[in-house]
């Protein structure tokens, strides 16, 4: 005979001890069967620079691990066992499978593999009275460290016909006080001419009576749209000059629209700022950094255009041949290298390009280069491209993606132990 009122009491506790946390308890699928899920957390601060943390976001758990815990339980409290069905044995071994969702409905984050079109479904028995409970890590940053954008995202769990979510937002950290440099990065996208602007004037078209041709000059007019970049900042320094302070330099990651704000000492800085979005315009003369002086007590405003195309599809180089990935032995990364080739001469600045993480324990790069200019005499052969990227602390991965225009290769990696 089984003793259900000491189960039920305690279940009962426990279900009010994490009453104050950040849960959900969602209507069982079937009788009897009942799922929560707790973070306690609801709003989630990011730090302004996860490199530089301050006092303050030092003693934040989340900031440092750059996660939070989530915990589930799962609860049959019927007076018979239960059968939950799951798509693959993947997910029935697992039981659990945790989403991460951004507020577009997009999942950015996954616990277990995808799997799709599965051959066969698989059930495990949740006996009478018994509980599941499992506790994870939820990701707040990129493979590369840098933290996901401020917004409303939904964390979701499942096991097999039992679901519940919980929503929570990471929101912007607050504007350094004091002295500093804040900006926003915009681009400039050189592949539309956009609209020509006046002035004009007209005069008469001789030997033609009563038509007239435009005189003057056009200029195309700029149109800036913002852009996630990085950002680097670095201190302009006299050379006789004393200072009571070490150089400064900084480089970090803007937000999704282009914002930055740091905190730096008094003086003259030099501004610069590149995005893996952009074929950036290349020119003879180099292009001037614009500078910006920062007084004592203030923070200064200096906004930075890149001029360029967009990366699109037709930047990738042709196709792949190979591609190899080496492990670090003295630090927690990886070297991945591939091989492939363009279809004509002229393209330059091979390179391997991340793409945000859509899959548990896959890293998805593309192969792209820049294409010669409109209008080039180029040679109509095929040519060998090679590129390189760091991947640091690659924790749990185990497959390299590489993306071509025409092909993709998947390498393995051997995960750290």
């Known amino acids: ?64 691990s750059g996660s939070f815990p989530a915990s589930v339980a799962l609860a049959n409290l019927s007076s018979s066992d239960l059968a939950l069905v799951y798509p693959s044995q993947t997910d029935a071994a697992a039981r659990f499978t945790f989403r991460l969702i951004d507020q577009k409905g997009a999942v950015i984050w996954l616990s277990t593999s995808v799997t799709e079109n599965a051959p066969t479904e698989h059930s495990i028995t949740l006996e009478s009275r018994a509980v599941w409970r499992r506790t994870v890590q939820i990701p707040l940053t990129h493979w590369n460290g840098v933290w996901l954008p401020p917004g409303r995202y939904t964390l979701r769990v499942d096991a097999g016909q039992a679901s519940a979510s919980v929503p929570f ?7 350094p006080a004091g002295t500093g440099i804040k900006g926003q990065v915009l681009f400039d996208d050189q592949s539309n001419p956009g609209v020509f602007r006046p002035p004009f004037t007209t005069e008469p078209l001789p030997g033609f009576p009563g038509l007239v041709r435009l ?61 893996d979005q952009v074929i950036e315009a290349e020119s003879l003369i180099a292009r001037p950094l614009p500078t910006v002086a920062v007084q004592s007590g203030h923070v200064s405003t200096q906004n930075f255009v890149i001029p360029g195309t967009p990366i699109s599809p037709h930047t990738l180089v ?34 391997l390009i991340a793409r945000p993480a859509t899959e548990a324990g896959i890293i998805d790069l593309d192969f792209a280069a820049t294409p010669p200019a409109p209008g080039t005499i180029v040679a109509q052969v095929f040519l060998p491209t090679t590129a390189v990227i760091e991947v640091p602390n ?15 290769v998947t390498a393995t990696v051997n995960p750290v132990p």
Do not use: C
């Open 215 to 275: 005189v003057g000059f056009s200029l195309p007019l700029q149109t800036l749209e913002p852009i996630a970049a990085t950002v680097t900042i670095s201190e302009i320094r006299l050379p006789n000059a004393r200072y009571d302070h070490p150089a400064f330099s900084w480089t970090g990651q803007t937000d999704a629209e282009g914002h930055f704000q740091v905190a730096t000492p008094a003086g003259t800085f030099s501004l610069d700022a590149h995005s």
């Open 394 to 408: 690659p924790g749990t991965w185990t497959e390299v993606r590489i993306h071509s225009a025409t092909n993709t």
């Open 318 to 351: 042709h196709n792949l041949g190979t591609a190899t990935v080496d492990q670090h032995t003295s630090d927690p990364g990886i070297t991945v290298s591939a091989y492939g080739y363009v279809n004509t001469g002229g393209w330059s600045n091979p390179r």
């Open 169 to 175: 937002e990471i929101t912007a950290p607050a504007l």
């Open 1 to 64: 005979m089984r003793h259900t009122a000491p189960f039920l009491a305690s279940l009962a506790v426990w279900l009010g001890l994490f009453g104050s946390l950040q849960s959900a308890q969602f209507p069982p699928p079937s009788l009897g069967l009942q799922m929560q899920l707790t973070t306690g957390l609801a709003k989630i601060e990011a730090p302004n620079d996860p490199a530089n943390l301050t006092p303050v976001e030092r003693r934040r758990s989340y900031v440092r």
